[in-house]
Structures are given as structure tokens and as C-alpha cells.
């Protein structure tokens, strides 16, 4: 079980916005601004997406965006397109040099 | 543009030792950065196992049940990874990468703990 929870699945529509959501701790998401988000395509290397909670690493779209509030973190996918579709996770920094990841979140494209 | 390739065995027997090497390139392991060990068991979420830093420093995931070290070579640009006494449980795909953040990966490789 890991120790950020994510929603196992989350679909949309191309054009649409989705937001998946990424719950830790007070001690982890709520403690540091440390939160970044990964997509994974089977077979591909784990590609960063977010990092510091909401800064976009150069080559990334606008259309991913990420926030926090409190214990829980969110990442919005905005203009959906069927390359979006893919595993996403999410991972916090938890203190003492160390780092928890969530349990992944499959996103469809319908 | 940062390269990371895995290698090491794909098979380990149960109680034995899991060794993976990581090669970097294009980028100097002594310039700076962390440099970490995650891995993702099928079915499940990623793990972080570890991370050393360029100067050496060490840090591991203290949830882990096999013991764990996480090693660099400069001369050869590598790090790698030792977890000792494995059980079905470390069966992963297990990836090398550069960070926080975790901005560059391995392709990652599979290990398999079987008898």
C-alpha cells in the first residue's frame, strides 16, 4: 500500500479537463512543497511533469498544471489529447532525505 | 541531455543479494545532484529505495525490509544498487534516476526473484 493515495482510474473526453488528486499527510504533501507528478507510458522511462507542487520542467505543456491544498495535491490535465493517456504518480518529499511515491492513477482517454 | 542505463541480473534466487549498476552519460556524477534507486513491483505504485548524493552521502527508505546500499563509482560514472536477502517481495521493475526531481530515468529493468 503506498503512501500517498491516488485514485486508481480517471477518464475523459478529448477537450476535456481531468484532475487527479494525490492525498498524503501532514507530515508529507502538507509539510513541504515538495510534490512533483510523473506520467508512465508501459515500457517508457517515467517522464517529470510537475515539480515543486506546481512548476512545469521546459518541453512540458501548459495544459498540465498542478496545486496543493492542505494534505492533498492535484494534477490538471486541460485540453485532453489520446497521448495524455497514460499511468500518473505523484510523489512528496516526506523529510529526513526521504521520498513517498503514490500508488498511480491510470488516466483514459475516452 | 542526462542518459541513464540500468543493467544487472533479470533473475535472483531468494536470500541472495540484487545487484544493479547504473551508467550515466553525457552528465558528470561528481558535478552535483542526487542520484537515486525507485522501483515499481508489478501491479503496484512506485517505490523510492534510495538516493546518494555526489559527495557520497547515502539516504534509504526506511520502510524497506531487505537491507540496502546504494554505492558510486566516479571513475567509471555509475551507481549502483545492493539489497541483501531478497524475497518474492523485490520482484520489480527497478529504475536508476537523476534528482530531486526525479527529471531524467532508466528505461528501468526487471528483476525477478524466483528460485
Known amino acids: 500500500q503506498s503512501v500517498l493515495t491516488q485514485p486508481r482510474s480517471v477518464s475523459g473526453s478529448p477537450g476535456q479537463s481531468v484532475t487527479i488528486s494525490c492525498t498524503g499527510t501532514?507530515?508529507?504533501?502538507?509539510?513541504?512543497?515538495?510534490v512533483s507528478w510523473y506520467q508512465h507510458h508501459p515500457g517508457k522511462a517515467p517522464k517529470l511533469m510537475i515539480y515543486?507542487?506546481?512548476r512545469r520542467p521546459s518541453g512540458v505543456p501548459d495544459r498540465f498544471s498542478g496545486s496543493k491544498s492542505g494534505n492533498t495535491a492535484s494534477l490538471t490535465i486541460s485540453g485532453l489529447r489520446a497521448e495524455d493517456e497514460a499511468e500518473y504518480s505523484c510523489?512528496?518529499?516526506?523529510?529526513?532525505?526521504?521520498?513517498?511515491f503514490g500508488g498511480g492513477t491510470e488516466l483514459t482517454v475516452l | 541531455q542526462v542518459q541513464l542505463q540500468e543493467s544487472g541480473p533479470g533473475l535472483v534466487k531468494p536470500s541472495e543479494t540484487l545487484s544493479l549498476t547504473c551508467t550515466v552519460s553525457?552528465?558528470?556524477?561528481?558535478?552535483?545532484?542526487?542520484w537515486g534507486w525507485i522501483r515499481q513491483p508489478p501491479g503496484k505504485g512506485l517505490e523510492w529505495i534510495g538516493s546518494?548524493?555526489?559527495?557520497?552521502?547515502?539516504y534509504y527508505n526506511p520502510s524497506l525490509k531487505s537491507p540496502v546500499t546504494i554505492s558510486v563509482d566516479t571513475s567509471k560514472n555509475q551507481f549502483s544498487l545492493k539489497l541483501n536477502s531478497v524475497t518474492a517481495a523485490d520482484t520489480a521493475v527497478y529504475y536508476c534516476?537523476?534528482?530531486?526531481?526525479?527529471?531524467?530515468w532508466g528505461q528501468g529493468t526487471l528483476v525477478t526473484v524466483s528460485s
Open positions: 534516476a537523476k534528482g530531486y526531481p526525479f527529471d531524467y
Open positions: 515543486d507542487v506546481s
Open positions: 501532514s507530515s508529507t504533501i502538507g509539510a513541504y512543497n515538495y
Open positions: 553525457d552528465h558528470s556524477i561528481t558535478s552535483g545532484y542526487y
Open positions: 546518494i548524493y555526489h559527495t557520497g552521502a547515502t
Open positions: 510523489c512528496s518529499y516526506a523529510g529526513s532525505h526521504n521520498w513517498v
